[in-house]
């Protein structure tokens, strides 16, 4: 359909009877109750308010619970935990790292934060998620396994370490293709799940397949804690690691300041934590909730023949971020201003990381797709509508 005067006019006014009496419209703001007040306050009585105190283990315990993972370790931001996770699975200097150039900057920000290259490889138009197809036709081109079982580039000479794939606005990645793929070149899957909390896979909570993957709780995330992240991992011996690190290396003693490495101080604050206590008590209940908001969306872009991103086959999308593809990049520009002068907050999506300064000369492969994708998605407003 052509985006014209009517037809934006039309989904204006549809956002805001979606979205009643909220003006501006946010593209995706937090909900709070009473019972986030009451736990916060309950922090601040404690004066355990930086990152010792009960909530912080609690919420812990809880993000294990609702994931299905053994062990999660939070911290203050999503970006602490990737570099965590990368850092904790021997990812150092002169690695490579195979990702999606669509994704947010802290994804490869903290690549970088190893010493590590990211490595483009496209996405997948059904899932905006990184592409089997792609990953599998990079590594047989470009990759070999040599005798020390470590997966090389040909065309650099370095060790090809990892694959971060990032489930994009929510949706689930083909992460089980992945992992296949990946096992084959004995590279191992760190997931980035920072935006896919509540959001499974073939009934896997995303996260679950790679050796660990990362969650945020950024205050534009499905819940929040202001700022944090976490780690998850169902093995025993990198969560210990990863917990040790991010507490500065600490070793444990009744007065001495030990440590034993040089660590970060990532630990999620006590009352961050029980901020998200209160929060993740909702999370099935956001989720059911922004799943009848992007069927409403869906509905209504049918009906005027818009393309709207829907969720892949076998996967349970937590729909983050609503979003749909225009014909242009003209067109998106035109409804991006329109929406945005009239109230409604609306986004593109990500700048693609290879056309960023930083990282324009790292290693990449075709991305026809990635470029596709982000000249004409728009993400529309997906806060946790009341009903």
Sequence with gaps: MMINATFQNEFLTFVKDLFPGEFP?????????????ELVFDALDTTYVSTVGEYVSEFEQRIASHTGAEYAIATNTGTAALHTALLVCGVVANDEVVTQSLTFVATCNAIRY???????????????????ESLSDFLNDNAEVR???LCWNLKTNKIIRACVPMHN???????????????????????DAAESLGSTSRGLHTGLVGRMGILSFNGNKIITTGGGGALVTNDQDLAIRAKHVTTTAKISHPWLFLHDEVG????????????????????SHYVECKRRTAAKYLEWMTDHDVEFVTEPSNTRSNYWLNAIILSSIEARDRFLATTNDNGVVTRPMWTPMH????????????????ENIESRLVCLPSSVRSE
């Excluded at 419209?25 to 007040?37: C, Q, T, V, W």
């Design 25 to 37: 419209i946010p593209l995706h703001a937090p909900r709070f109750s009473e019972k986030e007040k």
């Design 114 to 132: 190893c010493g590590a290259d990211p490595v483009f490889v496209d996405v997948s138009k059904n899932t905006l998620g990184l592409s089997p």
């Design 147 to 149: 005798d020390d079982g």
């Design 169 to 191: 606005l929510g949706h689930p990645a083909e992460i089980i293709e992945i992992e296949k793929i990946c096992n084959s070149y004995r590279v191992m899957i760190i997931e």
């Design 264 to 283: 970060f101080n990532y630990r999620l604050p006590n009352i961050n934590a029980a901020l998200g206590c209160a929060q993740i008590e909702k999370l």
């Design 355 to 370: 056309t960023l300064p930083m990282f324009r000369k790292c290693f990449r492969s075709n991305l026809d797709a990635t």
